[in-house]
């Protein structure tokens, strides 16, 4: 079953991830968008192509499943997920694992305002 939903609030979107069994995305942006991020800290699968010009750095130790940017390239990424319980929960809990030790709201946080203190520090 797939659900299109137009548009939703981010904070409404954020609040109902958990609720869903994948995350299916299509971009060409050249790094890591904050869809993935907040899909990853939520334990979802992640299924996003391959960018066309570059390969995106942050994607890579298998967190993240690549597909040829075409129906059928979807198709069989979602199928691959789909098809196993253990494979969608191992690559939820990888994405999890991972999005929590590099994109931790609380330590980006902290480690923004450090860097702006830095930054500061310089500048007296």
């Not at 050249?30 to 699968?45: D, N, Q, V, Y």
């Not at 196993?84 to 929960?89: C, D, H, L, T, Y």
Request: glycine content about 6%; proline content about 3%.
């Amino acid at each position: 079953r797939v659900e299109f939903i137009k548009a939703m609030p981010n904070a409404e979107l954020c609040a109902r991830l958990h609720e869903f069994d994948v995350m299916v995305s299509h971009c060409e942006y050249w790094g890591m968008s904050k869809t993935i991020i907040e899909a990853g800290l939520a334990g979802l699968p992640i299924v996003i192509n391959r960018h066309s010009q570059i390969e995106i750095e942050e994607y890579a130790g298998g967190w993240i499943v690549e597909c040829e940017n075409t129906p059928a390239g979807y198709a069989a990424a979602i199928t691959n997920i789909l098809s196993s319980k253990e494979r969608r929960r191992s690559l939820g809990d990888m994405a999890f694992k991972i999005a929590h030790e590099r994109f931790d709201p609380r330590r980006m946080e902290e480690r923004t305002v450090s860097l702006y203190r830095e930054l500061l520090a310089g500048r007296s």
